[in-house]
């Protein structure tokens, strides 16, 4: 009997670990937390030391709320991401490719290229947080300059992989810095009843004080100033696209087939608009089902990390550094912050100041291969020859660019906020936005009705798709117009 696509093979799953055929428990994510410890590895050094605790300067325990339906809408998007490219095999951008009417790949090119313009915004504002940190620590140089030669040991660490044992000491450190600032928390006695009352959604507003003590900051709209937050919260487009990519080493589900460059190029070739051959016999839809449990499991461990830091670095910014009337920005976006520790011991500033470099110089080493796949992963599908070739010839053109791009930054704007609010708006909400609103009508195209989200899965991603893009749409309004 012939698929709908016309051919005669209908394409299998390998047999899934035992554990993912039953219903997810906390034991079986744990055991396939894989990409997500990324995304969150990556948010604790911009989302949770930066942002959240600026948001807690500067509103007050009033954006807890938006915080949590940002981190709810990313991992939905995540999540449907991740799990399309499980259950088919291919990444999304892939179909994209195809799928959309007009030149070939027109919206994975453009989704791309937005995603990859805004790359060098996080490297370069990573770099200049770092590098105004170790200039006001060691008195030694500026910023700039400890930024460019931050980004450049980064980018060399990662071409020549040499970052193995720093990256189990970054673990261990981190770790117990995270442990603190849990302890902290609870030494700062913040007002319980103004965080619970931030859980509900209210109209940011500045802190009275925000105006006399920063007039810059106060001339900021304040509904750009969330966005950036909620853009940074969960990473972007430029962080999923390279994700999705990844998974190809977890080898889950169609992923884990041994002809995967056959099946790339069989996908490829597919009509546009056609069904995927997958099979609807019910063993191969419950090996499906039971392997899009991996990424569900993977990120909803990750997202809960994320929600969990976020909103500790922001009680203590709303109990601290609000009550200091201190605004991390400028050199200062880093060093506030160790008040959330000192509070507990003196001492535990050491912690925080080797915690926050190990966190932040490997979000930086990590940027680099990371985004080589989300470059491949734009353009394989309209390259066929790249396609072919695989990532790695990417390498040393995406190296350059990141490299030259992100000190161009550094030296001629040279301030982590504003490099990277462009960043924030466009990759981490417009299209987020947009990427989660197109996997639904992707799915809708070209997956049979037993490989597709759940009625509750598809109004997650739904919302969470609305949500973003019109956030997205009226932040980049206020910040190009």
Same mark, same amino acid.
């Given at each position: 009997?012939?698929?709908?696509?016309?051919?005669?093979?209908f394409?299998?799953?390998?047999?899934?670990?035992?554990?993912?055929?039953?219903?997810?428990t906390?034991?079986?994510?744990?055991?396939?937390l894989?990409? &997500?410890?990324?995304v969150?590895?990556?948010?604790? &050094?911009?989302?949770?030391?930066?942002?959240?605790?600026r948001?807690?300067?500067?509103?007050?325990?009033?954006?807890?709320?938006?915080?949590?339906?940002?981190?709810a809408?990313?991992?939905?998007?995540?999540?449907?991401?991740?799990?399309?490219?499980?259950?088919?095999?291919?990444?999304p951008?892939?179909?994209?490719?195809?799928?959309f009417? /007009?030149?070939?790949?027109?919206?994975?090119?453009?989704?791309?290229?937005?995603?990859?313009?805004?790359?060098?915004?996080?490297?370069?504002?990573l770099?200049?947080?770092?590098?105004?940190?170790?200039a006001?620590?060691?008195?030694?140089?500026?910023?700039?300059?400890w930024?460019a030669?931050?980004?450049?040991?980064?980018?060399?660490?990662?071409?020549f992989?040499?970052?193995?044992?720093?990256?189990?000491?970054?673990?261990?450190?981190?770790?117990?810095?995270l442990?603190?600032?849990?302890?902290?928390?609870?030494?700062l006695?913040?007002d319980?009843l103004?965080a619970?009352?931030?859980?509900?959604?209210t109209?940011?507003?500045?802190?009275?004080?925000?105006?006399?003590?920063?007039? $810059?900051?106060?001339?900021?709209?304040e509904?750009?100033?969330?966005?950036?937050?909620?853009?940074?919260?969960?990473g972007?487009?430029?962080?999923?696209?390279?994700?999705?990519?990844?998974?190809?080493?977890?080898?889950w589900?169609?992923?884990?087939?041994? $002809?995967?460059?056959?099946?790339?190029?069989?996908?490829?070739?597919?009509?546009?608009?056609?069904?995927?051959?997958?099979?609807? $016999?019910?063993?191969?839809?419950?090996?499906?089902?039971?392997?899009?449990?991996?990424?569900?499991?993977?990120?909803?461990?990750?997202?809960?990390?994320?929600?969990?830091?976020?909103?500790?670095?922001?009680?203590?910014?709303?109990?601290l550094?609000?009550?200091?009337?201190?605004?991390?920005?400028?050199?200062?976006?880093?060093?506030y912050?160790a008040?959330?520790?000192?509070?507990?011991?003196?001492t535990?500033?050491?912690?925080?100041?080797?915690?926050?470099?190990?966190?932040?110089?490997?979000?930086l080493?990590a940027?680099?291969?990371?985004?080589?796949y989300?470059?491949?992963?734009?353009?394989?599908?309209?390259?066929?020859?790249?396609?072919?070739? /695989?990532?790695?010839?990417?390498?040393?053109?995406m190296?350059?660019y990141?490299?030259?791009t992100?000190?161009?930054?550094?030296?001629t704007?040279?301030?982590?906020?504003?490099i990277?609010?462009?960043?924030?708006?466009?990759?981490?909400?417009?299209?987020?936005?947009?990427?989660?609103?197109a996997?639904?009508?992707?799915?809708r195209?070209?997956?049979p009705?037993?490989?597709?989200?759940?009625?509750? &899965?598809?109004?997650?991603?739904?919302?969470?798709?609305?949500?973003?893009?019109?956030?997205?749409?009226?932040?980049?309004?206020?910040?190009f117009?």
């Amino acid at each position: 009997m012939a698929n709908p696509t016309g051919t005669t093979e209908f394409l299998t799953y390998p047999e899934p670990p035992q554990a993912l055929r039953r219903r997810l428990t906390f034991v079986t994510a744990l055991s396939v937390l894989g990409p &997500g410890a990324i995304v969150a590895s990556a948010n604790i &050094g911009s989302g949770e030391m930066v942002f959240a605790a600026r948001g807690g300067a500067l509103f007050g325990y009033a954006l807890l709320w938006a915080f949590l339906v940002s981190a709810a809408a990313k991992a939905a998007l995540a999540y449907s991401f991740n799990r399309y490219t499980v259950v088919t095999g291919e990444h999304p951008m892939a179909r994209w490719a195809t799928l959309f009417r /007009g030149p070939r790949g027109w919206f994975t090119l453009l989704m791309g290229v937005v995603s990859i313009a805004a790359i060098p915004s996080w490297v370069g504002g990573l770099g200049v947080g770092l590098g105004d940190l170790m200039a006001s620590l060691t008195a030694i140089g500026t910023g700039g300059l400890w930024a460019a030669g931050l980004i450049v040991l980064s980018g060399l660490l990662s071409w020549f992989g040499g970052y193995e044992r720093l990256e189990r000491a970054q673990t261990v450190i981190v770790g117990f810095m995270l442990l603190a600032i849990a302890v902290s928390v609870v030494v700062l006695q913040p007002d319980w009843l103004a965080a619970l009352a931030g859980l509900l959604p209210t109209v940011p507003e500045y802190n009275d004080w925000v105006a006399a003590s920063h007039p $810059d900051i106060a001339e900021r709209s304040e509904w750009l100033e969330l966005a950036v937050y909620l853009g940074a919260v969960g990473g972007g487009t430029y962080d999923y696209i390279g994700y999705a990519g990844m998974l190809r080493e977890k080898r889950w589900g169609m992923l884990g087939r041994a $002809d995967q460059a056959g099946l790339a190029e069989r996908l490829a070739a597919l009509p546009r608009g056609a069904r995927l051959p997958l099979s609807e $016999d019910p063993e191969q839809v419950a090996r499906g089902r039971a392997w899009s449990r991996a990424p569900l499991g993977d990120t909803v461990l990750s997202f809960a990390a994320i929600v969990v830091f976020a909103s500790m670095f922001m009680i203590n910014g709303a109990s601290l550094l609000a009550e200091q009337q201190q605004i991390p920005e400028g050199n200062d976006t880093l060093t506030y912050q160790a008040g959330f520790l000192t509070a507990i011991h003196p001492t535990l500033q050491y912690l925080y100041y080797v915690a926050v470099f190990f966190a932040f110089f490997g979000s930086l080493y990590a940027f680099w291969e990371l985004y080589t796949y989300t470059a491949y992963e734009t353009l394989s599908p309209v390259f066929a020859r790249l396609r072919r070739s /695989g990532p790695r010839v990417l390498r040393p053109w995406m190296y350059g660019y990141i490299l030259v791009t992100s000190l161009l930054l550094v030296f001629t704007v040279g301030e982590l906020v504003v490099i990277v609010t462009p960043a924030s708006v466009l990759g981490g909400l417009l299209t987020a936005g947009l990427f989660c609103l197109a996997i639904l009508w992707t799915e809708r195209k070209v997956l049979p009705p037993a490989y597709r989200l759940t009625t509750a &899965g598809r109004w997650w991603v739904l919302l969470s798709g609305i949500l973003l893009t019109v956030l997205g749409l009226v932040s980049t309004w206020q910040l190009f117009v």
